[in-house]
């Protein structure tokens, strides 16, 4: 293959993989998740999302989000710690922290955050399924190198994850704080992007998807309280 073939071959590589969402992105939705990892809502009441929506989710038809204003956010569950090592353990329950803090940055601003169930309360109760750090050197490879790309996007193709990134599932339930009414649910699964300013940091992936589904979940309730200035992530 002649140098000009092979750089016409390598500008494809790139097109296609910035086309995937990978540069500049830290995380994006994977393109399945296992509807039995669901600890905090019963899986058969979930269906399945549309677009852009979380890949399974539940909304009550007679949920009136309008009354709300206020939440109470518990602390972030790790779903099947005893299977995980201290290393492990200890990541998880960083991100656990992360969650419980991006959540109560994002609803601050359109709620009144309370410490226990008072009139008019909406109560957020999140678990951490399961979550996969990257792993930097095979990271590298996968992002810098044309034919660690190409191979890349062929496990894209297969899987919907690419090389050497991270990943995380999380469910978030919204109830009434005070009768415990299920109002809405959701379960979700993001996998890395290939963001070279934050390669060397291996749990960054997982990180990022959190401060998304932060986003995400500020959105959704403004969306469905039919407020006018819903920013969507």
């Known amino acids: 293959m002649n140098r000009m073939k092979r750089a016409a071959l390598l500008v494809m590589i790139v097109a296609a993989a910035l086309q995937l969402g990978g540069c500049g992105v830290g995380s994006y939705q994977a393109r399945s998740v296992d509807l039995q990892e669901s600890p905090l809502v019963n899986p058969d009441i979930l269906v ?15 949920a009136d989000v309008k009354q709300y204003t206020k939440v109470l956010i518990n602390p972030v569950l790790v779903y099947g710690y005893m299977e995980l090592d201290k290393d492990e353990l200890e990541n998880h329950q960083k991100l656990a922290n992360n969650a419980y803090v991006y959540v109560t940055q994002e609803l601050e601003k359109d709620y009144r955050i309370v410490k226990a ?5 909406l109560r957020i109760e999140m678990a951490i399924v399961n979550a996969d750090s990257a792993k930097p050197v095979r990271n590298t ?16 193709t297969a899987t919907g994850k690419q090389a050497g990134v991270g990943e995380i599932t999380m469910q978030i339930k ?14 979700d699964r993001r996998v890395g992007g290939k963001e070279l300013s934050k390669l060397w940091s291996s749990w960054h992936n997982a990180d990022d998807a959190l401060k998304y589904w932060a986003k995400r979940l500020s959105f959704t309730l403004c969306d469905m309280r039919g407020g006018t200035n819903c920013v969507k992530p």
Do not use: F, H, W
């Open 141 to 156: 490879l996968s992002t810098i190198v044309p034919v660690g790309m190409a191979l890349s996007l062929v496990k894209y």
């Open 117 to 121: 169930p008072e009139p008019g309360t």
């Open 174 to 187: 919204i109830t009434d704080a005070g009768t415990g009414e299920l109002l809405g649910a959701a379960l």
């Open 48 to 62: 399945q999302g549309k677009d852009d929506q979380a890949l399974y989710r539940y909304v009550n038809p007679k």
